[in-house]
């Protein structure tokens, strides 16, 4: 069926803020978009042409979804693959492809497909329990990572030495050697049914120093340009080896020495790639509709220096959101507050981001910091 007749329909696994931006742009090509999530109070749920509360987990709940979809997509890849690949099977499609997602749910396969496939990242050691990393202890620093269920720095503990090794996962996780990186880095690659690829810009991330989640981020990443083509390139070649349609984020670290090493992939839109909304002539959610939709990946250019601060719940506050300093961001030029529809806050919790756009440097990084003092999310 034609994507642009009216009994079209895209089936979207999750209704967080992720899709919920994918919304807006599906509203902006007139898509017609039923998502799914267990939460009635989820972020897609009000703005969603069709609305369906339920798990993306349960198989009877995903299988029957997609029955009157024509394509489906993802904004999280904890999804029931067995579903979905029932849905495939019968001709539906779903990008990205579950083999893609089943490689990536579990970081150790996901590791073991960089080094099968000569991909650039840090070395690692596959351990099925605690006593595992204790036997490893030559290996230290190291990070151990949970091979399924980890997100936004959960399920990842940095085990420096013999005297950490009681800090270890029980479950089947990874050992990854500490890299003594200079910067992380991320790209955004989508890639279309046809094998057409593009690259957004690459950006430079700063992450939370406790909570091992993305703070802010400046675009482009202030590195030299033989680094940021070395990032795309590896992007694009590790879309083209998984064979996936739709986005990829590449999370790459740039080593002092100059190497460029994959950290983790994730198959779907993502908070490197929010300030593309304002900051580029398509944002990374256009680019995702287009990439699945089988349409021509549109130009990703910047059209000026932009950074991205994340607003996250306060440290201490726990209840109905309430947005403090929000008048005063809003009178500086060039400063977008994005909310996710979440009414309630819990620290750490994130509420929304703010993209800043100025191309001079100097006054970028002045209102990043202003952003920051000054837009509170408290209950």
């Known amino acids: 069926m034609p994507v642009f007749s009216k009994n079209f329909k895209l089936g979207l696994l999750g209704g967080g803020q992720l899709g919920r931006m994918m919304l807006q742009a599906a509203i902006d090509l007139d898509i017609h978009v039923k998502a799914l999530d267990p939460d009635p109070n989820a972020p897609c749920a009000k703005i969603a042409p069709e609305f369906v509360c339920g798990s993306f987990l349960d198989f009877d709940t995903v299988y029957a ?49 960089y080094r099968d496939h000569q991909l650039p990242t840090a070395d690692f050691v596959l351990t099925d329990n605690a006593e595992a990393v204790a036997v490893n202890v030559d290996f230290l620093p190291a990070f151990n990572k949970l091979g399924r269920g980890g997100y936004d720095g959960k399920g990842v503990q940095r085990i420096s030495s013999a005297s950490d090794v009681h800090l ?57 340009v033989e680094i940021s083509e070395k990032a795309k390139a590896i992007a694009i070649e590790t879309a083209e080896k998984l064979g996936i349609v739709g986005l990829v984020a590449v999370e790459l670290f740039l080593t002092k020495d100059g190497e460029v090493l994959i950290n983790e992939v994730a198959p779907r839109t993502h908070n490197s790639g929010h300030h593309t909304i304002r900051a580029n002539h398509t944002s990374q959610f256009e680019q995702h509709l287009r990439a699945v939709l089988g349409l021509p990946l549109g130009d990703t250019t910047a059209h000026s220096t932009a950074a991205m601060v994340n607003l996250l719940g306060e440290d201490g506050y726990s209840g109905d959101a309430q947005y403090e300093g929000m008048s005063d961001v809003l009178s500086v030029a060039g400063v977008y507050p994005f909310l996710y529809g979440k009414t309630t806050t819990k620290p750490f919790r994130k509420m929304g981001h703010v993209t800043v756009v100025e191309n001079d440097l100097a006054k970028l990084k002045e209102k990043v910091d202003f952003v920051k003092n000054t837009l509170k999310v408290i209950a």
């Open 168 to 224: 270890a996962f029980a479950e089947p996780s990874l050992l990854e050697k500490a890299v003594d990186f200079a910067k992380e880095i991320a790209v955004i690659v989508a890639r279309n049914e046809q094998g057409e690829c593009k690259t957004f810009p690459t950006v430079e991330c700063v992450f939370h120093p406790v909570h091992n989640l993305v703070e802010y981020l400046f675009a482009p990443a202030d590195v030299s």
């Open 65 to 113: 979804f997609g029955q009157d979809c024509e394509v489906i997509t993802i904004e999280i890849e904890n999804v029931n693959l067995d579903a979905l690949k029932k849905l495939q099977s019968e001709g539906k499609k779903v990008f990205p492809q579950p083999e893609v997602l089943e490689l990536i749910q579990d970081k150790r396969i996901q590791k073991q497909f």
